[in-house]
């Protein structure tokens, strides 16, 4: 296929660095990637200083491989990032460190293992069929909009099995109030002054938290005492911790990573399918390949996992949406002690930063890094690039835990709703992506959509 011509949008960028002040300000307090200069995306190490606090931006994927996997120890989440974090995440999977988060990655390991993930495809075609049959009469729809819907009730019902309170469109605006809060920059949390952090964003936030751990808590007790609970996420989750924590220390960590992955759980699925049917309405050649093969991999009568398989070119798609629009443009770490990555002196204490929005887009990493082009993941580009130059999920020992969950999702949502309908862009939508945790399109994303000719598909 002839190299693509698309390039996504994104923000401006700027021509000199922003002013350290001006990220507390405005709309760059909660929109981390307005602050990007252009010259940021040929450099492969920057130094700057936040307030009192040296901050080194790090793009090398030979330092990105030392920092998650060769010293990892030296590079834990640093105390800023898990003062930020802790009111709403704890002590779960995602803040646990050392010991702690050992043990809870082995007791959740084989909840998320293929077989065990296979095991929720049917919920993740049904749910992508179920919406496309309601868009039979639209010709237009947004697909944020749609994508949000649909992840948000695959994740009810497969760590919930559907539960009316945990699956309403309010527990949905709850977790939305979360995230934006958690991305927000907060001077108050920096300063260890929480007094400070008043702004409307951040106390809707900690409403909305304090709303979702009482229906969580309330679900977890309901659970606990049913005699013949689902085998859902939650009753494997009560399950492992259950049979290795005394009862109040098991409910807590349940309690903890049952909101990670409630809050976490949907919202980076749903924006990978956002932005791959956004960037395949830019290329409409591309986008008729990834629809005829997901129509023969739908149409061969195999079970959803087994579809997964049948998809290799729109998983390249969907990679590379991923690495246009990294579901978390940001990773900060800690240095424990002096050490060095670039040639420059790391010392106890400092800050270091690896960007995927940076990484992704990087000028010495990719060709027309700005472009959209699927064959940035073929099987023989995959063979010549750095292990650490792709970081939709993070590195190291502390990958995502839930990736396998999220690429098969993603995949089997998208077949479906490709194999039926064709996506335009709308020509009176200006497309704009924000970053707080995640990369949510600002205002939506409207498209047109048309019936496909359908071909002959398995059985529900």
């Known amino acids: 296929?002839?190299?693509?011509?698309?390039?996504?949008?994104?923000p401006p960028r700027r021509a000199t660095p922003l002013p350290i002040w001006r990220m507390f300000t405005g709309e760059y307090a909660t929109n981390m990637l307005l602050g990007w200069d252009d010259p940021a995306f040929d450099d492969l190490y920057r130094y700057r200083r936040i307030v009192t606090l040296p901050y080194h931006v790090v793009a090398d994927p030979d330092a990105i491989g030392r920092i998650f996997l060769d010293n990892v120890d030296n590079y834990p989440k640093p105390p800023l990032v898990l003062r930020m974090l802790s009111p709403v995440l704890r002590e779960s999977l995602f803040t646990a460190h050392g010991a702690d988060w050992k043990d809870q990655r082995r007791l959740m390991?084989?909840?998320?293992?293929?077989?065990?993930?296979?095991?929720?495809?049917?919920?993740?075609?049904?749910?992508?069929?179920?919406?496309?049959?309601?868009?039979?009469?639209?010709?237009?729809?947004?697909?944020?909009?749609?994508?949000?819907?649909?992840?948000?009730?695959?994740?009810?019902?497969?760590?919930?099995?559907?539960?009316?309170?945990?699956?309403?469109?309010?527990?949905?605006?709850?977790?939305?109030?979360?995230?934006t809060a958690l991305g927000e920059y907060r001077l108050g949390v920096i300063f260890g002054m929480p007094w400070l952090d008043q702004s409307k964003v951040a106390r809707r936030g900690r409403v909305s938290q304090r709303h979702l751990r009482r229906e969580l808590k309330d679900f977890i007790r309901r659970r606990q005492g049913d005699p013949a609970p689902p085998q859902d996420f939650m009753g494997r989750l009560i399950e492992a911790f259950s049979a290795q924590h005394p009862p109040d220390r098991a409910a807590a960590l349940i309690l903890d990573n049952a909101l990670l992955f409630f809050v976490a759980g949907h919202e980076t699925t749903s924006n990978a399918v956002t932005w791959s049917l956004y960037c395949l309405g830019g290329e409409p050649n591309v986008q008729e390949r990834a629809a005829h093969e997901a129509q023969a991999a739908l149409a061969a009568g195999v079970s959803p996992a087994e579809t997964v398989a049948?998809?290799?070119?729109?998983?390249?798609?969907?990679?590379?949406?991923?690495?246009?629009?990294?579901?978390?443009?940001?990773?900060?770490?800690?240095?424990?002690?002096?050490?060095?990555?670039?040639?420059?002196?790391?010392?106890?204490?400092?800050?270091?930063?690896?960007?995927?929005?940076?990484?992704?887009?990087?000028?010495?990493?990719?060709?027309n890094p700005d472009r959209f082009d699927p064959e940035n993941f073929s099987a023989d580009a995959k063979a010549r690039r750095h292990r650490f130059q792709y970081l939709p999920f993070g590195a190291g020992p502390r990958v995502c835990i839930g990736a396998t969950f999220a690429l098969n999702e993603g995949l089997l949502i998208l077949a479906e709703w490709l194999a039926r309908y064709r996506f335009r862009l709308d020509p009176e939508h200006v497309v704009a992506p924000p970053a707080s945790v995640t990369l949510r399109p600002k205002g939506g994303l409207p498209m047109l959509i048309e019936p496909r000719e359908r071909v002959g598909r398995r059985a529900a």
């Open 310 to 367: 049948r998809l290799p070119y729109l998983r390249q798609v969907l990679e590379e949406a991923m690495r246009l629009y990294p579901s978390v443009p940001r990773i900060d770490r800690v240095a424990l002690a002096d050490d060095e990555l670039c040639g420059h002196r790391i010392r106890k204490g400092d800050m270091v930063s690896v960007w995927p929005w940076q990484v992704h887009r990087h000028r010495q990493l990719w060709a």
């Open 109 to 179: 390991a084989p909840i998320f293992t293929p077989h065990a993930v296979a095991q929720f495809a049917p919920i993740f075609a049904q749910v992508a069929r179920k919406a496309a049959d309601r868009w039979a009469n639209a010709d237009r729809i947004d697909v944020s909009d749609e994508a949000t819907r649909a992840t948000f009730e695959v994740i009810s019902r497969a760590l919930f099995s559907g539960d009316a309170a945990l699956g309403s469109d309010e527990a949905g605006e709850h977790i939305l109030a979360v995230l």
């Open 1 to 10: 296929m002839p190299a693509t011509s698309f390039e996504p949008a994104q």
